[in-house]
């Protein structure tokens, strides 16, 4: 018997808007052009997550820290 393949599932152009995701596993999921205005975020596992290039973080917030701030903080450490 063939070993059993990786499963995949592509979305591709849906609007899913006002979506409720819960228990999901995402583990070397790939986002691209990805719109997560006013999103929602709790007990979330982003271990070894990468945010890539173009990203805007206006307004996010990380434990209610902006990001911007975070951001700012990190780039003006002592090195």
Do not use: H, W
């Not at 592509?10 to 808007?17: E, K, R, T």
């Not at 070894?48 to 450490?77: D, P, Q």
Request: glycine share 6%; hydrophobic share 45%; proline share 4%.
């Amino acid at each position: 018997m063939p070993p059993e393949s990786k499963s995949r599932f592509a979305v591709d152009d849906v609007n899913l808007a006002g979506a409720s995701f819960n228990d999901v596993n995402l583990a070397q999921a790939r986002f691209t052009d990805i719109n997560l205005s006013g999103a929602f975020f709790d007990n979330i596992n982003f271990t070894n997550a990468v945010i890539g290039k173009n990203c805007n973080v206006t307004g996010m917030t990380i434990a209610g820290i902006a990001v911007e701030e975070l951001l700012a903080a990190y780039r003006s450490r002592p090195k």
